[in-house]
């Protein structure tokens, strides 16, 4: 609780003058009644303010395998500068009024957090709180998002259908979600699948060149592919995305609450603010976003997945969701729609478990920075880093190109901690002989690159995919990798990758596919990199992805790609894994 000087420091007028010095000069340094930490004026004086809290940072309590957020809230002359601390010692890179925690797990718990808010006038010292990390008590109850994916064969008219080769086979049980934007369309309609179809009309959008309809039914069939889109009247654009979504084991879904909006964005950098929900229970939200699309991976902001189409995806969402501020793509001004549907369970409210000790730090590609083309590699070149590294992290880095060249085992990458390139993850082939995969690893980083520099087995112009993942038990250490030739398909498969025993991995897997790819699922798992992580990462013709926290000692699921243009591809996966 703030104490207030007033509550402390004398009113007693009578009291002597040395007691009145020492009040006045307790209330300069306060700042009015605030509990501002401890002080320390700049070395020779200065002039402004100095800072003093008003806020101070507060205990926090997570369940093992979640963040935990600290906040304070300070003034005094600006610019303000913060530095958190753990345990009395600087956390590299927090330097904003709050700080998040890695993912925890129990040996965090006792762990204390301060920050130094400083300006030009000196610095003020938070008082410390305190982390409390419990136990996970294994809840299970979870939604899952199975794909979602782009049709391809809709471009424009007023109808398409027979989806086979741009969407993933359906699920058994699943609920199906149909966003359809028009150009024009006063109505729209959705048959196919053996499902009855429901339009949410409290989503329906109609603005000047967008005519939005979402379509929803439940309990799907499995290997389903065959729908039809009808928008009888639409001239011009037609666009398509199917989403597919499994309700918690034992479960059934029905609809929650649905909204549309039209909104004005812009500003530096460019945002879009969506529409808030109300929900009634433990719910899975798609937000569809038409007009533009997320300037990065992460565009939506957290917990939202941005997913590889630009659409948003709320997993175990429960009470008011917020409205979402989405960073789209840099320069943009004008109109967007957001169509937003939120679906519960018979479950009504319940406690998801917690996310797993693995998370992605950061991801990058040059596409479509430079061209289209990726790095002119010859055969060197230089990766730039949205962000400098963290220390102890997994840097992996991916590489595709059609010259057949791979990333040099014998001179590996440099920058930001010691590189491995294994022939394991290299392969070429497919529909074209030159078609190529190549991977690269850090298992420990150190902080502070920016950049990394690359040498290829020749010159080819290269695209990268770079991710980097911390995880909050141990390090990280190879685990496995393999590659293979699909044979011609419409839903080429990735690879089997028998995992160690132990904690638990992340899995990358790559793709190399003529024309490229518009969905990709790891059903029954929940794609770790469901947020544009390299959906297309070479001019559309490889692709990438990552899942997080697979327990060790498994096989698991095969991902399943989707190639509409039947062609034969190459692929590749690797794992890593953390300690028990």
């Known amino acids: 609780m703030k104490a207030t000087l007033h509550d402390t420091v004398s009113r007693n007028f009578s009291r002597s003058i040395l007691l009145g010095i020492l009040s006045f000069a307790l209330l300069s340094f306060g700042c009015g009644g605030y509990d501002s930490g401890s002080y320390n004026p700049p070395p020779g004086g200065g002039g402004g303010t100095a800072p003093y809290i008003t806020t101070q940072p507060v205990n926090q309590t997570v369940t ?72 996970n008590t294994g809840n299970t109850s979870s939604w899952t998002y199975v794909q979602d994916s782009t049709i391809t064969y809709c471009s424009s008219g007023t109808s398409c259908g027979a989806f086979s080769g741009t969407m993933i086979p359906t699920q058994s049980g699943t609920v199906w979600v149909f966003y359809i934007d028009t150009a024009s369309a006063t109505s729209a309609s959705v048959s196919g699948g053996g499902a009855t179809w429901t339009e949410c009309v409290s989503c329906r959008i109609t603005v000047t060149n967008h005519h939005a309809f979402v ?65 009634s229970a433990t719910d899975f939200v798609m937000n569809f976003l038409d007009g533009t699309a997320p300037g990065s991976w992460n565009g939506w902001p957290s917990p939202w997945l941005t997913l590889p189409s630009g659409d948003g995806a709320l997993v175990n969402a429960t009470g008011t969701v917020a ?37 992605i730090v950061q991801f990058t590609d040059p596409d479509p920075t430079n061209g ?122 990735g690879v089997s990758l028998p995992l160690a025993s132990g904690g638990n991995d992340v899995i990358f897997h790559s793709i190399s596919v003529f024309g490229g790819t518009s969905g990709l699922s790891y059903y029954p798992f929940v794609r770790g990199c469901s947020s544009g992580c390299g959906p297309q990462f070479y001019n559309g013709q490889a692709a990438s992805d990552a899942l997080l926290n697979v327990a060790g000692g498994t096989t698991p699921p095969i991902p399943q790609w989707v190639n509409q243009q039947n062609s034969a591809t190459v692929v590749t996966g690797v794992a890593f894994s953390t300690p028990p």
Request: glycine share 12%; charged share 5%.
């Open 64 to 135: 093992a395998g979640q963040t935990a957020t600290f906040t304070v809230a300070a003034s005094g002359t600006a610019p303000l500068t913060y530095q958190w601390r753990k345990n009395g010692a600087n956390i590299a890179g927090a330097t904003a009024s709050s700080y998040t925690t890695p993912a925890t797990n129990t040996a965090d718990s006792g762990e204390t957090f301060d920050v130094v808010v400083s300006n030009s006038a000196g610095s003020a010292t938070s008082n410390t709180a305190t982390l409390t990390v419990n136990a």
């Open 215 to 279: 379509f929803y039914a439940f309990n799907g069939s499995s290997g389903q592919t065959d729908f039809s889109i009808s928008a009888p009247g639409n001239s011009g654009s037609l666009s398509v995305q199917f989403a597919e979504i499994q309700p918690p084991a034992g479960s059934t879904a029905s609809f929650d609450v649905g909204t549309g909006s039209s909104v004005s964005c812009g500003g530096t950098p460019a945002t879009c603010v969506g529409p808030s929900l109300a929900l």
């Open 323 to 359: 409205a979402p501020t989405v960073t789209v793509r840099s320069g943009f001004s004008g109109n967007a729609v957001f169509s937003a549907i939120a679906f519960k369970s018979s479950l009504g409210s319940f406690t998801p478990p917690v996310a797993g000790p693995i998370s």
């Open 372 to 493: 289209l083309t990726g790095l002119n590699c010859a055969p060197s070149c230089s990766l730039s880093l949205p962000s400098a590294t963290g220390s102890g992290h997994l840097l992996y880095l991916e590489a595709a190109n059609v010259s057949g060249t791979f990333i040099s085992t014998t001179t590996p990458p440099t920058g930001g901690g010691a590189w491995v390139a294994p022939a394991s993850c290299q392969i070429k082939g497919g529909q074209s002989a030159n078609n190529s995969l190549s991977c690269a690893y850090v298992l420990s980083s150190t902080s502070g690159a920016t950049s990394i520099s690359i040498t290829m087995t020749g010159n080819a112009n290269t695209q990268f995919a770079f991710y980097e993942l911390s995880t909050s038990v141990g390090v990280f250490s190879f685990d496995v990798a393999g590659t293979a030739t699909n044979a011609a398909s419409l839903n080429p498969a």
